[in-house]
Antibody, heavy 119, light 109 residues
Framework: QVQLVQSGAEVKKPGASVKVSCKASGYTFTSYGISWVRQAPGQGLEWMGWISAYNGNTNYAQKLQGRVTMTTDTSTSTAYMELRSLRSDDTAVYYC????????????WGQGTLVTVSS | AIQLTQSPSSLSASVGDRVTITCRASQGISSALAWYQQKPGKAPKLLIYDASSLESGVPSRFSGSGSGTDFTLTISSLQPEDFATYYCQQFNSYPHGYTFGQGTKLEIK
C-alpha cells in the first residue's frame, strides 16, 4: 500500500533552517510528483511547492521563493523540503502529499511534521 | 493568483441531513478542482478530484459538481464520521501555484 512517512517534530530558533523528509513506499516513486503543504495552528492549508520525482523540476509558491528548496533522492524514494530563515509564523504542521501524473490534486498524504519556531 | 472562496465557513447539521458546500474561484478553472476532508490532528483525505470524480474508497454519499468558477460538494445523508473540516483546492495552473479554499467546518447540531 502507498505510504508517505515523514520525519519527526522539530524545534528551531528564528533565523535557523529546517529540513523535513518524506519517505515513499508502495508505488513507483519517479512516476509521481510530491507537493508540500503546511498548516499553521488552527488555520487552513497552504501549498508550498511541488517537485517532480521524475526529473527534479520544481515550482514554489511565490511567497516562499528564495527560502524553500525541495529535492528528491530517487535511490531511497525520499523527498525533502528545506525552509531557511525561519520566522515564528513558519510554525506549522508540514505535510508531503503525492500528485498523480499530470494531476495537481493530492491522493496520498504523509502524517505531518510539526515545526515549531521559537526563541 | 487564483483565489477560492468557500461558503459557508461553518455549518451545523444533523445526522441524516443533506449538506452542500460551495467553492467559488476568482477566475475560470475548468474542472481542475478537488475536495478534501480533514479531521482534527489528521492529514487531509482526498474525496473528489476533477470536480466530480469520486476517489476510490470514498462513500457514494459524497458527490461533487461544477465547472468554470462555481463548484459544490454534496453529502447526501450525513453520517457521524462526516463531521470534519472540508477544503476545496484548485490545480488549474498545474504545476504552478495551487490554492486551497479557507475551509468549511461541519459540526453536529
Amino acid at each position: 500500500q502507498v505510504q508517505l512517512v515523514q520525519s519527526g517534530a522539530e524545534v528551531k530558533k528564528p533565523g535557523a533552517s529546517v529540513k523535513v523528509s518524506c519517505k515513499a513506499s508502495g508505488y513507483t516513486f519517479t512516476s509521481y510528483g510530491i507537493s508540500w503543504v503546511r498548516q499553521a495552528p488552527g488555520q487552513g492549508l497552504e501549498w508550498m511547492g511541488w517537485i517532480s520525482a521524475y526529473n527534479g523540476n520544481t515550482n514554489y509558491a511565490q511567497k516562499l521563493q528564495g527560502r524553500v528548496t525541495m529535492t528528491t533522492d530517487t535511490s531511497t524514494s525520499t523527498a525533502y523540503m528545506e525552509l531557511r530563515s525561519l520566522r515564528s509564523d513558519d510554525t506549522a504542521v508540514y505535510y508531503c502529499a503525492r500528485s498523480p501524473p499530470f494531476g495537481g490534486y493530492f491522493d496520498y498524504w504523509g502524517q505531518g511534521t510539526l515545526v515549531t519556531v521559537s526563541s | 493568483a487564483i483565489q477560492l472562496t468557500q461558503s459557508p465557513s461553518s455549518l451545523s447539521a444533523s445526522v441524516g441531513d443533506r449538506v452542500t458546500i460551495t467553492c467559488r474561484a476568482s477566475q475560470g478553472i475548468s474542472s481542475a478542482l478537488a475536495w478534501y476532508q480533514q479531521k482534527p490532528g489528521k492529514a487531509p483525505k482526498l474525496l473528489i478530484y476533477d470536480a466530480s470524480s469520486l476517489e476510490s474508497g470514498v462513500p457514494s454519499r459524497f458527490s461533487g459538481s461544477g465547472s468554470g468558477t462555481d463548484f459544490t460538494l454534496t453529502i447526501s445523508s450525513l453520517q457521524p464520521e462526516d463531521f470534519a473540516t472540508y477544503y476545496c483546492q484548485q490545480f488549474n495552473s498545474y504545476p504552478h501555484g495551487y490554492t486551497f479554499g479557507q475551509g468549511t467546518k461541519l459540526e453536529i447540531k
